[in-house]
């Protein structure tokens, strides 16, 4: 009886067991419910992206989740950063959006107003198809394919259950998508199909952040709509007219009507037209003697919406940009210069407008002109030897959409036609043109924003030029990495090789030239008496690599041979530093003035500045308007006195409300009986041609000098004569003394004009710290933000303050370090006056209580953002960027995180070992955008800032996490299956002792069967 229990036993148990057994390895191997729907591979670049749709019953949380294409060769994975949204989670039945460029395609469709978001960064998606992928926070596949061609719009899938990637399962739209929505081919269950998805529409811009809340709610405040480039085209214009005026015609390319809330046109000195009204679709509009002044052989026409958006650009003639071969023709009076087709752009030029002699204001436009009535130049046909690659630029110093191109050389007498040919790279990406015409012994660079073909940094690249039956004609790659800078370019040897001095639309430049360092100082602008101060050179560069030898002058007499040495001054004063640096061969050197202050006397406690005398620099003459363009105006500082009078802070303005002001931003001294003349080129500062003032303020922000002038003359200068009164010349001298040549027509006498030395305070402006920017240099200003640096740590007079969410800040300056205690993530209330020091915007504070301690409170860490996304605006902000080092100098690192890469710069006295950033490691690292004249660079403030990971992990606590939930899926799964097979074994055995007669006789029976 006990044995028939126990068998009974084992049996009912086994039972409840093995059911587990298959529950439990599926727990271990299945992946989240989380497909990919849509592959939008046929936008253009920065505006790819794909669909992910949640098809299980639980939320999936995609915190640290990466996608990746094949072109991670070179970026293993894409992060994923939330762009909209309230988290990383997919609700059951969501739909989320990973796109190549967040913004642009937020701006795109306005149908994703509460769809989440999410921001990657890719190369291209090829729309040939390629493999791709999502991986979950372990490292786990989630999803991997290859997705079928879909060239012309996007790839749905109608089942996102089956796993079946062939057309049973795919299929490309016959035009647009349904981003964001259920796909119209097979709708998951219990939802409807969508409307089929317009093409982009403008997208209403939040007086928020560009996060959005998800799909799970929406409550957006629209203040300015935003529309998408090329909605509306510069259409036509006339910059050089017979009689009348200069004029410039619009056209929408859209179906809704466009309203012109606070758009503008700018020329090229931004010289902005403010336009009004509406425009219907397909419609024109014409700007009638627009602000300024198109220059007849060459000028720039930008077109922004009310958020500041350029929608169009045009330059034309000989206006000097990367590429003047992409230029529209120039056109002399009485032509205008007009889109062959209207409201066709193919973002270049040279392609899309043509001189006309039958100018269409208003209208479509017709273009006649010589070419059109005398017949064309025999084409050559597409051969080899008719069109040859010469160049091309893969990695161009700053953005590669902007700088990048491909260049082609005819070598015959005859116009070659590009319609028979067309350009392909690694990728399978083509351009080809119908209109392109490349002129005889032309060598023609056609740039990125035209081919719309990104070339690879690294990794490798292939460019192809290919004939009308897309044989290759001719194939030149390179491997390896390319160069920043550098372009591949063919030698008269016909062999290819790297030069860094690129050419575009001339003939090749190997000649490598010794160039000079760059020597640079990092150092406080002041600084008290027997203070030590650091004069960090580790700036400094050299084109070559060449090692670098550094030789300082101090000023006082003292000198140093260090990198960054460290000095004290024992009398008050202004000093002008001296750097000298070089490479063995060639020497660059840089002065910066420090102003040494004195200490607090030891009587009555009292101390502050010495004063620094600024009454011997003047102005003493400036021309408002010079013939020609307003480019040429300038004004004119002397130094009057007799001693050097330090340049750097000082501000140069016009009338109050007028042009932004100009801070000198360069460590010079103006020598007794020195002029020095600053053009509007690079002041921006726009004189009046009717009535203004010049003024000159000091470093402190108060007033040295105030002249007004009105009855402006062409051509004449107002200069100060040597009794001291103003009068205007015709004779202008920049640069030299005055000479003062009574006018042939003397206008009626200028008002009273005077100089004044009157020190009188700017009014006080409140504003938001996001709106700090938008001030000019010299005004008073009034804001709050959250500690995010200290005092001592970035610099010993400076601290940072950033808003709540970290995107905005500004550094704080104190001349005399009068710093309240302060904690990280204060909440402190400033005031003090704009400044800019070194390129980056301050504010100066002057007494201890503009600093104000409103509250404690926590500071809020920056989420990941790519690096091609840091702009100006960054500047001051707390961020934080992941990436590989791929450059280690001393106390510079340089990280890329595959969209671009950025200096990291360790600050003297941070405390960052030289070992924590090491070449080839993987790191987050999070620090304070600072501006310099080389660009954007990071600041870390202590090795806390720093996070390095091995290159092949992800963050520790996330790998962690999981492992031990691996670790735990695979124990319970080998117990159930051990104890299951132990079970089954032993209630064999027992069968078998008791029944082995029965046993035996069932083997017979099957043997002699």
Same mark, same amino acid.
């Given at each position: ?82 762009? *909209? ?51 979950d926070s372990a490292g786990t596949i989630v999803e991997r394919f290859t997705y079928l ?34 796909? +119209? ?27 959005? =809340? ?69 419609? @024109? ?15 720039? $026409? ?11 650009? &045009? ?49 479509? !436009? ?49 116009? &070659? ?13 083509? @351009? ?59 030698? !008269? ?18 000649? $490598? ?9 990092d150092a406080e602008d002041e600084a008290l008496v027997n203070t030590d101060v650091l ?54 050197? +840089? ?47 002397? !130094? ?121 305070? %700017?009014?006080? %402006? +409140? ?34 303050? &950033? ?7 500004? *550094? ?34 002057? /007494? ?7 509250? =404690? ?28 080092? +791929?450059?280690?100098? *001393? ?63 992800? =963050? ?43 046993? /035996? ?7 002699? !069967?």
């Open positions: 009886m006990k044995k028939y229990f126990l068998g009974g036993f084992l049996v009912s148990l086994l039972s409840v067991i093995t059911p587990l057994i298959p529950a439990a390895l599926a727990a271990e191997i299945a992946p989240p419910a989380i497909a990919i729907t849509e592959i939008g591979a046929y936008e253009r670049d920065n505006s790819e992206w794909i669909e992910i749709y949640n098809f299980g019953a639980a939320p999936v949380d995609m915190t640290i989740w990466t996608f990746w294409d094949t072109d991670a060769a070179r970026l293993a994975r894409h992060t994923l950063t939330l762009f *909209q949204g309230d988290d990383f989670i997919i609700a059951p039945q969501e739909y989320a959006v990973i796109a190549e460029v967040a913004a642009t395609t937020r701006a795109q469709y306005q149908s994703l107003a509460g769809v989440t978001i999410f921001d990657s960064a890719w190369d291209t998606l090829k729309e040939t198809g390629e493999e791709i992928g999502l991986n061609p879909a060239p012309d719009a996007s790839l749905e899938r109608r089942d996102p259950m089956l796993r079946d990637y062939t057309e049973a399962n795919w299929m490309e739209r016959e035009e647009g998508n349904s981003i964001g929505a259920a796909n +119209t081919a097979s709708a998951p269950p219990g939802e409807d199909p969508p409307p089929e998805t317009p093409a982009p529409e403008p997208v209403p811009t939040a007086t928020s952040t560009p996060s959005a =809340p998800s799909n799970k709610s929406l409550a957006p405040t629209v203040t300015v709509k935003q529309y998408a480039s090329g909605v509306m085209v510069i259409n036509e214009f006339v910059s050089d007219p017979a009689d009348g005026d200069e004029w410039v015609e619009l056209y929408n390319n859209s179906t809704e009507i466009i309203e012109f809330t606070k758009w503008t046109l700018e020329d090229g000195n931004e010289t902005a037209t403010a336009l009004s009204g509406t425009l219907a679709p397909h419609q @024109f509009s014409v700007i009638e003697k627009p602000k300024g002044q198109l220059n007849n052989t060459g000028d720039l $026409i930008v077109l922004m919406d009310g958020t500041g958006k350029t929608i169009d650009r &045009v330059a034309y003639g000989d206006w000097t940009d990367e590429f003047v071969n992409d230029n529209a023709p120039a056109a002399k009076d009485p032509l205008s210069i007009a889109r062959i087709q209207d409201g066709r752009d193919s973002n270049n030029d040279a392609l899309d407008f043509a001189s006309t002699e039958t100018p269409t204001k208003g209208g479509p !436009n017709v273009i006649t002109n010589e070419t059109t009535r005398t017949a064309p130049l025999p084409l050559q046909p597409a051969t080899s030897s008719t069109l040859t690659i010469t160049e091309f630029l893969p990695n161009p110093i700053g953005p590669d959409a902007e700088g990048e191109f491909i260049e082609l050389y005819n070598p015959t007498a005859q116009p &070659v036609s590009f319609r028979d040919f067309a350009l392909q790279d690694k990728s399978g990406k083509t @351009f080809s043109s119908t209109t392109l015409t490349i002129p005889p012994f032309t060598h023609f660079a056609i740039s990125r924003t035209s081919t719309n073909i990104a070339l690879n940094n690294s990794g490798g690249e292939t460019v192809t030029l290919l004939d009308q039956d897309d044989r290759a004609l001719e194939t030149v790659s390179f491997t390896g990495s390319a160069a920043e800078g550098a372009s591949y370019a063919r030698t !008269n040897q016909h062999t290819w090789r790297w030069t860094n001095k690129p050419t575009p639309g001339a003939p090749n430049n190997f000649t $490598i030239v010794n160039n000079s360092p760059i020597a640079v100082i004069f960090d050179a580790s700036d400094s560069s050299d084109t070559e690599n060449d090692p670098l030898t550094f030789h300082w002058d101090f000023g006082d007499g003292e000198e140093s041979t260090a990198q960054s040495p460290r000095h004290s001054y024992e009398t008050p004063g202004a000093f002008t530093v001296v750097l000298s640096v070089s490479d063995g061969a060639l020497i660059s050197k +840089t002065a910066h003035v420090i102003r040494v202050l004195s200490a607090p006397s030891s009587e009555d406690g009292v101390g502050g500045p010495v004063p620094v005398d600024f009454s011997a620099l003047r102005i003493t003459e400036f021309m408002p308007n010079p013939e020609g363009s307003d480019d040429a105006e300038w004004i004119e500082l002397f !130094n009057a006195g007799t001693e050097p009078v330090a340049l750097d802070g000082i501000k140069l303005d016009d009338e109050e409300g007028g042009s932004r002001g100009f801070t000198v931003n360069e460590d010079a001294a103006l020598e007794p009986g020195a002029y020095r003349v600053f053009g509007r080129q690079e002041t921006k500062i726009a004189l009046n041609n009717t009535s203004d003032e010049a003024r000159l303020f000091d470093p402190f922000d108060q007033l040295l000098a105030r002249i007004s002038y009105d009855d402006v003359t062409e051509s004449a200068s107002y200069a100060v004569d040597k009794n001291g009164a103003w009068r205007w010349t015709s004779t202008p001298t920049p640069g030299d003394p005055n000479i003062i040549t009574p006018l042939r027509e003397r206008a009626p006498a200028a008002r009273a004009s005077k100089t004044t030395t009157r020190r009188t305070a %700017k009014p006080l %402006k +409140t504003v938001p710290l996001e709106s700090v920017r938008d001030l000019d240099i010299g005004d008073r200003v009034q804001t709050t933000g959250v500690v995010a640096v200290l005092p001592g740590i970035l610099g010993l007079q400076i601290f940072y303050i &950033v808003t709540p969410s970290t995107t905005a800040g500004v *550094q704080i300056y104190s001349y005399d370090k009068a710093f309240p205690a302060l904690r990280i993530g204060d909440r402190v209330e400033i005031t003090g006056a704009l400044s800019q020091a070194h390129e980056e915007l301050r504010i100066k504070t002057q /007494k201890a209580d503009d600093i104000r301690v409103l509250e =404690p409170g926590a500071l809020t860490l920056p989420d990941t953002i790519p690096i091609n996304q840091l702009t100006d605006e960054h500047e001051g902000a707390l961020v934080k960027i992941a990436g590989a080092i +791929t450059q280690r100098l *001393q106390n510079k690192a340089y990280l890329d995180d595959g969209t671009d890469e950025l200096l990291v710069y360790i600050k003297e006295g941070v405390a960052i070992a030289r070992t924590a950033l090491m070449q080839d490691e993987h790191a987050e690292i999070t620090g304070i955008v600072s501006k310099t004249t080389s660009g954007l660079r990071l600041l870390p403030r202590g090795p806390e800032d720093i996070t390095i990971i091995p290159a092949s992990s992800v =963050p520790n606590v996330s790998r962690d996490t999981a492992r031990q939930s691996t670790v735990s899926s695979n124990t319970l799964a080998s117990f159930l299956a051990a104890a299951a097979g132990t079970l089954a074994s032993l209630l064999v055995a027992l069968i078998a002792k008791q029944h082995t007669g029965t046993i /035996k006789n069932l083997f017979a029976r099957f043997r002699d !069967n």
